[in-house]
């Protein structure tokens, strides 16, 4: 495809609800990852994948949140038992390469939780 | 640890002023510092990259270790050059990006 893409870009959910979050990067692109913008902040880095291997999730917030990439294209970001301090944007960017490679950013996917 | 500051939450400037959007950033090695941008309604994007020591869009940014600043100058600003601008670094040899709260720059007529 032209860019990273994401969906859904809008998921409203209720408190406790478990959601999924789709990620389709750039053909070939090696690295991809994920990050969580809350409103009014930049973004803030959740975890990276080098191919299916996620090699830092340093940034995943609690463990109700899981990351996975099984064959080294598509990730799924998942948070269980969503709570309301989950709302923000969810980012995924990919590059040809980890280090210092511009990441390219899909458009976001908006998470709200009522 | 590393932080990236940006003071300035709003800057607004007219059509043909110069714009400064201030970056200063802590970190212990050396870092990588980037500026992305944000145009209304658009995906986040690359501007530019301190590495690449290149001019976009009439923007520049120079590192400044000793002040630990990457600021992003522009002489002319352009009505198209509103946006939110997000200051960016990446550790030596690391690859995620901390950034920062962002600038939001509006340029008058």
């Known amino acids: 495809g032209a860019g990273v893409s994401q969906s859904p870009r809008y998921k409203v959910a209720k408190r406790g609800q478990d959601v999924a979050l789709r990620c389709d990067p750039i053909?070939?692109?090696?690295?991809l990852f994920w990050y969580q913008q809350a409103l009014g902040q930049g973004p803030e880095f959740l975890t990276y994948?080098?191919?299916?291997?996620?090699?830092?999730k340093s940034g995943l917030p609690s463990d109700r949140f899981f990351a996975e990439r099984p064959e080294g294209s598509v990730s799924t970001l998942k948070i269980q038992r969503t709570q309301q301090e989950d709302s923000a944007v969810y980012l995924c960017?990919?590059?040809?390469?980890?280090?210092?490679?511009?990441?390219?950013f899909g458009d976001g996917t908006r998470l709200s939780i009522l | 640890a590393q932080r990236v500051t940006q003071p300035e939450k709003l800057l607004s400037v007219f059509k043909g002023a110069p714009v400064e959007l201030k970056c200063n950033y802590s970190?212990?090695?050396?870092?990588?510092l980037f500026w992305y941008v944000q145009y209304s309604r658009q995906r986040l994007q690359l501007l530019l990259r301190?590495?690449s020591r290149e001019s976009i869009k009439g923007f520049t940014a120079d590192l400044n270790k000793g002040e630990t600043s990457f600021h992003l100058k522009k002489p002319f600003a352009q009505e198209e050059d509103s946006a939110m601008y997000y200051c960016?670094?990446?550790?030596?040899?690391?690859?995620?990006?901390?950034f920062g709260a962002g600038t939001t720059v509006t340029v008058r007529a």
């Open positions: 960017a990919s590059s040809t390469q980890g280090g210092s490679q511009p990441q390219h």
């Open positions: 053909s070939g692109h090696v690295s």
């Open positions: 994948f080098q191919n299916e291997a996620q090699l830092d």
């Open positions: 970190y212990s090695g050396s870092p990588e």
């Open positions: 301190h590495i």
């Open positions: 960016a670094l990446s550790g030596n040899g690391d690859y995620k990006l901390s």
